[in-house]
């Protein structure tokens, strides 16, 4: 074979091997998932700082604008004060930092807070500067006399009833010019009931709030369309001593508050704020606390709590709470010596609240 | 001689006619059918998620449909599926078929695909969040020191409060973003967490149009613009409900774009957790809930 006819089917050889390599890797290149697929683009909601929520301003300190000095207040951890322990720390701390005394009267039963800042640091017992007075379950010398030399009662959150006798004694004890604030939180039963005057069967002879024409409601209120950091923050605005300077609070869980004819509405929310039990169509203004001479209410605890304190003008509403209890008249023990009026029972304005027009 | 030739040729005919035969009744192309059963958590989401991404990386997939029951689940997991399934539809058709329920991460999940179909009966929606929250603050627990007060937690109860609204309005806006001029609802409406009926989310926007896994499958065929097709499912038929569990070694704030509870969560207010823990160390405490939207 001649030189020549080698090197051409030398060549040959390789021009087919060379197409038929590249013919493959062609084809392997063409059918192959190379190119990863571009992602997708993200929707704008996801992109970062969309989703920003509304932050309220907290500062400012409790104030107290008040001439008394050295009142007792009574903080009542029975009747199944349902209270974190800090928010009972916080008005004790406002309390006594103001150079008024608290007295306690009972302690929480399970399921409620876990005890006072002054008791948990062992001021217990008398002090001329602080807690008056411990008592607790079955040690109890009754409400009637830890409310005895007194100046104002508060009822924390309260889950159980007053009996006939401390019902009378409360009232004896606002009679005689004792102040009585109750802060309650939004409930499955209605506090009115619990305390007297309607709503949920009111426990015999348990008739406190109703006497005085005040009451709250059980459901909590909301506002889908102004929320501040969640659907269950509502806005309200303050009015008359209790709402002075108030321009406007951030109440976390609150519930409606009911004013009789003669009491006075003190904090009111916005007009888009719906109940949770009062079904569809519920917007509207709803009154959180109220005044009625020597007795206030307020819906909420949320106030109290120490992340909410200074929120908005929290912090002017507490003080307000507190003017009022120490403004009042110092009770002696005269009016618990004899059994307390009897009158008959009243029905106060309990019920569920109805969605308020204004 | 003739005869020689004419078997030679049915010898020839024979071995190509299968080959012209598959040629002329090949079908066009296919659809895949993923499935997304039971609860949203990151054991029984990431396979649907591989899944879809098999079905978008592989070009004998011409369309996907997406097979929803499902409440929801962890909000992380739910996005991961929301995300999955737009990336999918950006290279091919994506239909959602629900078939149960779609509800709140269940929902999110289908907000990614090109249309969604719906039983009548189906639920949909259920748009909110809510988060759990461990009770046990480790700077709290006696015998563990911290470098902070909020570490190895989520934050305060304000900073939870402030993430899961953001968390709820992220998804809203996502409603809005994905169902665009279809709803007929406002943003706020759907922050109440409503769940509608089929029929209702047909009529309200929230849905596409009423049909079942065979519409959504012709309609996915059509969308990849396929006369003829094969289906094939992807991964194993899931049947059943997948359970949430709580229960893990590491007991941290989850947010849960859910629609009803996971069992064994209890609820206590979550002013609660800003107080002394009083759970002993190594002792599980009740999670908390904080909602945003009645989810």
Redesign the interface.
């Known amino acids: 074979m001649r030189t020549r006819d080698v090197l051409a089917s030398v060549g040959v050889f390789l021009g087919v091997v060379v197409l038929i390599v590249g013919a493959t890797a062609t084809g392997a290149v063409l059918s192959s ?1 190379s190119t990863p ?10 992109e970062p700082g ?4 509304e ?1 309220v301003e907290a500062s400012g300190d409790v104030t107290v604008d008040s001439d008394s000095t050295g009142d007792v207040v009574v903080l009542d951890l029975a009747h199944g004060s349902q209270l ?4 009972i720390q916080t008005l004790e701390r406002v309390l006594v930092e103001h150079g008024y005394r608290v007295r306690y009267h009972g302690t929480p039963n399970s399921g409620g807070s ?1 005890g006072g800042l002054l008791s948990g640091l062992g001021l217990g017992g008398a002090s001329s500067s602080g807690a008056v007075g411990v008592s607790g379950p079955g040690q109890s010398p009754g409400l009637n006399s830890s409310l005895s030399g007194a100046d104002a009662y508060v009822l924390l959150n309260p889950s159980e009833p007053l009996d006939t006798g401390e019902t009378a004694g409360v009232e004896a004890f606002t009679d005689a010019g004792g102040r009585v604030l109750v802060m309650t939180d939004p409930k499955g039963t209605s506090i009115t009931g619990l305390l007297g005057g309607g709503g949920d069967p009111p426990s015999p002879g348990a008739e406190t709030l109703g006497r005085f024409g005040v009451g709250a409601g059980s459901g909590y209120l909301y506002d ?2 102004n ?1 501040g ?4 923050t509502v806005a309200a605005s303050g009015s008359g001593s209790l709402g002075d300077g108030v321009g406007e609070v951030r109440l ?2 609150a519930t409606s508050v009911v004013a009789g004819p003669d009491a006075t509405v003190a904090l009111r929310t916005g007009p888009e704020t719906e109940l949770s039990d009062a079904g569809p169509s519920s917007s509207g203004r709803y009154p959180v606390a109220a005044r009625n001479g020597n007795v206030a209410i307020v819906g909420d605890t ?1 106030v109290l ?4 304190l200074r929120t908005a003008d929290n912090e002017v509403l507490v003080g307000n709470l507190v003017e009022f209890l120490v403004d009042g008249s110092t009770v002696g023990s005269e009016p618990f010596e004899t059994e307390g009026p009897t009158r008959p029972p009243t029905t106060g304005p309990g019920g569920p609240p109805t969605p308020p027009s204004g | 001689m003739y005869v020689v030739v004419a078997v030679a040729a049915l010898l020839v005919g024979s071995a190509l006619a299968p080959f012209v035969w598959g040629a002329f009744n090949e079908p066009d192309g296919t659809v895949a059918v993923v499935t997304l059963e039971g609860g949203i958590a990151p054991q029984s989401s990431d396979p649907v998620v591989e899944r879809l991404d098999r079905a978008r990386d592989n070009e004998s997939i011409d369309a996907v449909v997406l097979r929803v029951n499902s409440p929801g689940g962890r909000v992380p997991a739910s996005e991961s599926l929301y995300m999955a399934v737009r990336e999918t539809a950006a290279e091919k058709p994506v239909v959602a078929s629900v078939a149960g329920q779609a509800t709140s991460g269940g929902y999110m999940a289908v907000l990614g695909s090109d249309r969604i179909y719906t039983t009548p009966s189906s639920q949909l929606g259920s748009v909110g969040v809510f988060a759990s929250v461990p009770l046990v603050q480790p700077s709290n627990v006696e015998g563990i020191v911290t470098t902070a007060p909020t570490k190895g937690t989520a934050g305060t109860p304000a900073e939870v409060r402030e993430s899961v609204e953001r968390t709820k309005r992220r998804f809203v806006d996502l409603v809005v973003e994905e169902r665009g001029e279809a709803l007929t609802v406002s943003e706020q409406t759907i922050s109440r967490a409503k769940v509608y009926d089929g029929s209702e989310a047909v009529e309200n926007g929230f849905a596409d149009a009423v049909g079942g896994k065979a519409t959504a499958i012709e309609a996915a065929a059509d969308r990849a613009e396929l006369d003829s097709y094969r289906t094939v499912t992807l991964g194993p038929e899931q049947s059943g409900t997948q359970s949430l569990s709580l229960t893990g070694e590491i007991d941290t704030t989850r947010y849960y774009a859910l629609h009803g509870v996971p069992d064994g969560m209890s609820v206590t207010p979550i002013e609660a957790l800003s107080g002394n823990a009083t759970v002993e160390p190594g002792e599980r405490a009740d999670a908390a809930i904080v909602r945003g939207g009645a989810a």
């Open positions: 998932p697929a571009e992602d997708a683009e993200m929707p704008e909601s996801f969309s989703a920003s929520v932050t974190s322990a800090e928010k876990s889908i369309a929320d950091s969640n659907f269950q976390r869980r949320s709590s120490p992340s909410n």
